[in-house]
């Protein structure tokens, strides 16, 4: 599996951004995807994962303001990002497990993007 991620740019605070993740591979529907983000001097941590039946996992520090989804058709995943706030400034990753019930722990996950840089001023 091979990721592409896009969208990321400079928002203000309580702005909106939408990034998209596109997916190579003819395993994709099966597997797990999601995002994670790494601000400076800080850990990679996963905000967003779905997996493959379509359920959904959130970071407590995000939910209700991101969603994620997925188009296995289209063989991409989305992150929609509302109500940013300047602690939210990360470079941000798509990732995909083979596993179809992934754990949101960037050591389960073998594929990742090039990373997307998402920056919110306050």
């Known amino acids: 599996v091979q990721l592409q991620a896009s969208g990321g740019g400079l928002v203000q605070a309580g702005g909106s951004l939408r990034l998209s993740c596109a997916a190579s591979g003819r395993t994709f529907s099966s597997c797990t995807v999601g995002w994670a983000r790494q601000a400076p001097g800080k850990e990679r941590e996963f905000v967003a994962i779905?997996?493959?039946?379509?359920?959904?996992n959130y970071a407590d520090s995000v939910k209700g303001r991101f969603t994620i989804s997925r188009d296995n058709a289209q063989k991409k995943v989305y992150l929609q990002m509302n109500s940013l706030k300047p602690e939210d400034t990360a470079v941000y990753y798509c990732a995909a497990s083979r596993r179809s019930w992934a754990p949101p722990d960037p050591a389960e996950y073998g594929y990742w993007g090039q990373g997307t840089l998402v920056t919110v001023s306050s």
């Open positions: 779905v997996w493959s039946g379509g359920s959904t």
